[in-house]
């Protein structure tokens, strides 16, 4: 992990090289050169994947748990996440918690590198973490049991938004955690070993489920496309680039509430699918101010182009609508950003209705309060994405720093 | 993760004590050991973890290895959280049935090899519990060799729900579990 909080896995560089050979070297044979000419064929070049050659090469990659900041937040976003929030149970002591956390750090430092974790009953299925990372982090209410450290700002609670209709199967928790990897067995498994070490001093609050693309099916790096079919998320510091170092982690302007820390707001947004059927694909982009097909401003041709927020229509109407998501989301303060890392969920629909669609939405920022509420403020007052979107779910938490070996996660509280 | 060589050692007495101060609060549970560094015959202890248990029995667990090139046996084991340790092995009985006992001679760790202690195989069995050991206690753990040596180490509990192979030890017990966890 490092400083800078990346993934420092490497792509293996030989599989695209050599398709590239068969496709163009003139002696191609065979199913899989066939499979990528058809490819070539059908649409515009395909630029050559890191690892498709199925070698398995991706089950193997692992993200270095110990480091000075907690892995799963500038570790590029995997396929698959979970976010588990706990809460400690009645009578819990500090010294009980300190046993938990130490339980888990134990287990998501040998999971995350493939190898088994102590006691580990399917200890084959540690073998292929495929990018597994573990990420701890400390609601309210564990702050007190701890009882060293004050609840950090913001990590108390969001102030009330109008939009929100959340349900308390979706908010709070004492202790948060989001186990990512682009294989969901690796994930099920550090779920299930964690569950086992934390049943003993916590009960399970709530369980988010989220996904993104599979592994090697995008070039890594392309911005995520949500349900909505929009591509999400293109304004998103660049993990390691010094706008995300403050973003994340502050500088003298914006504070973290503990050096190596952060913190994550986690808003479960759900998508009515079906209302968004009605609309056509002009007001579609109009309410995001960006184009559906590759995520472009509306006054620009390409993803990353600047928006240009006074191009006026012949006929004088803005081009990005003054209610456009993109409009409404963009801070005129440059301090107000924040780092997002969401998954698609899609859970079975309830009676009468064919699906139960959304955005885990989370949030990482220095400052809850400076950073995550004014945007969510404005977006509160005018969003017309709002007419298809709701927040159902509401938590934050306090992420801690890393830990080094034969240290913890959360250990800083215990000093 | 850490391991560190065993070192046989003239006296057990200091070796226990300093041994001992040097168990830190590590996350992968390693072995530590005294010195009069004249012998090869280390032995490294990884892995180990212990079951939780409020009362009555309760078994530990890890992967003993010997770098050394020859044969090393342990005889016996101790903890703090027990009033009777003992080394066991799992074996089939007469009905068919899993059933663990004493490894009569002790582990014989081979040359260059090592030995697996785990939930229905061999382990350390702890009968007799002192106090509840509770998910996330550090255990320490005393092994001594049949050459005088000796080997601690310590182990994290954890709640496992396993290792409920009956006991064939004395007369007609056949049927207590291993460790009750609850």
Known sequence: ?415 | MTKRRIIPVVSILAAASLALTGCGQSNTPTTTAQSASRSSQPLTVSDTWIKAADSGMSAAFGTIRNTSDKDVTIVSAAAPVATMVELHETVMGPDGTMKMQAKQGGFVIPAEGELKLEPGANHIMLMDLTKPVQAGDQVTFDLKTSDGGSVTFTAQAKDFTGANENYTAGEGSGSAPAAPAK
């Open chain 1, 1 to 415: 992990m490092g400083s800078s909080g990346r993934d420092n896995t490497t792509p293996k560089p030989g599989a695209g090289v050599r398709r590239r050979h068969l496709l163009f070297g003139g002696a191609a044979a065979g199913v899989g050169a066939l499979a990528a000419v058809g490819t070539q064929l059908a649409g515009k070049p395909v630029p050559p994947l890191p690892s498709d050659s199925g070698d398995g090469a991706n089950g193997a990659r692992t993200v270095p748990f110990y480091g000075d900041r907690q892995a799963g937040v500038g570790t590029a976003a995997q396929a698959h996440g979970v976010f588990l929030a706990l809460d400690l149970k009645e009578g819990t002591t500090p010294e009980r918690l300190k046993s938990l956390l130490k339980l888990l750090s134990d287990d998501a430092a040998n999971l995350t590198q493939g190898k088994a974790a102590l006691a580990d009953t399917e200890g084959e299925l540690a073998l292929r973490p495929a990018r597994l990372t573990v990420t701890f982090g400390f609601g309210p209410g564990l702050f007190r049991v701890a009882g060293t450290v004050p609840v950090p700002d913001g990590v108390s609670g969001l102030p009330a938004f109008s939009i929100d209709k959340l349900v308390p199967e979706f908010c709070g928790g004492d202790l948060l955690l989001q186990i990512c990897a682009d294989d969901p067995l690796s994930v099920a498994h550090a779920q299930r070993m964690l569950l086992k070490d934390s049943r003993r001093f916590t009960t399970v609050r709530w369980v988010q489920t989220g996904f993104r693309r599979a592994y090697g099916t995008e070039q890594s790096g392309t911005t995520m496309r949500n349900l909505f079919g929009q591509v999400d998320g293109t304004s998103n510091p660049v993990p390691g680039s010094a706008e995300f170092e403050k973003v994340v982690y502050g500088d003298g302007g914006t504070g973290s509430w503990a050096l190596h820390g952060t913190s994550l707001v986690i808003r479960r947004i759900s998508m009515d699918l079906d209302k968004w059927d009605e609309l056509d694909r002009s007001g579609r982009e109009e309410s995001v101010g960006r184009k559906l097909a590759n995520g472009a401003p509306l006054t620009g041709t390409a993803e990353h182009d600047e928006p240009d927020f006074a191009a006026v229509t012949p006929v004088g109407f803005p081009v990005i609508a003054d209610f456009a998501h993109l409009r409404r989301a963009r801070p005129d303060d440059p301090s107000q950003r924040i780092f997002r890392r969401a998954f698609n969920y899609d859970s079975v629909p309830g009676a009468g209705s064919v699906s139960d669609s959304g955005l885990i939405f989370a949030s990482y920022q220095a400052d809850i309060g400076r950073q995550f509420v004014p945007i969510q403020r404005r977006l509160d007052e005018l969003d017309l994405l709002n007419l298809w979107t709701t927040p159902v779910g509401s938590a934050v938490f306090a992420i801690p720093p890393g830990c080094a070996p034969g240290g913890f996660v959360g250990e800083g509280l215990f000093a």
